[in-house]
């Protein structure tokens, strides 16, 4: 059996850490909604290496700095960030 990327209590322990809700998680990972982060937290989906990167550089960096290069880059590729 692989070790998990991360464990359900670590993800919950950093969102909380940042003081965001499961929502505001879900939209900052660019999850569909709160319940996937729920369902993460509650050990019923496996936290996959991605997610797990991005709590990382959300941890290493903060939470503004990462919300502000991926602006960056969505103005770069002149995604309309103001559409959602």
Do not use: W
């Not at 322990?13 to 003081?19: A, L, N, P, S, T």
């Amino acid at each position: 059996m692989k070790k998990p990327y991360m464990t359900p209590e670590e993800m919950k322990e950093r969102r909380q850490g940042h003081y965001l809700s499961q929502r505001e998680l879900a939209e900052v990972l660019r999850l569909n909604s709160g319940r996937a982060v729920r369902a993460y937290e509650a050990g019923e989906r496996e936290i996959s290496g991605p997610i797990s990167v991005c709590m990382d550089l959300i941890d290493a960096f903060g939470l503004k700095k990462v919300l502000a290069a991926l602006h960056k880059r969505k103005l770069k590729k002149g995604v309309d960030t103001k559409a959602h």
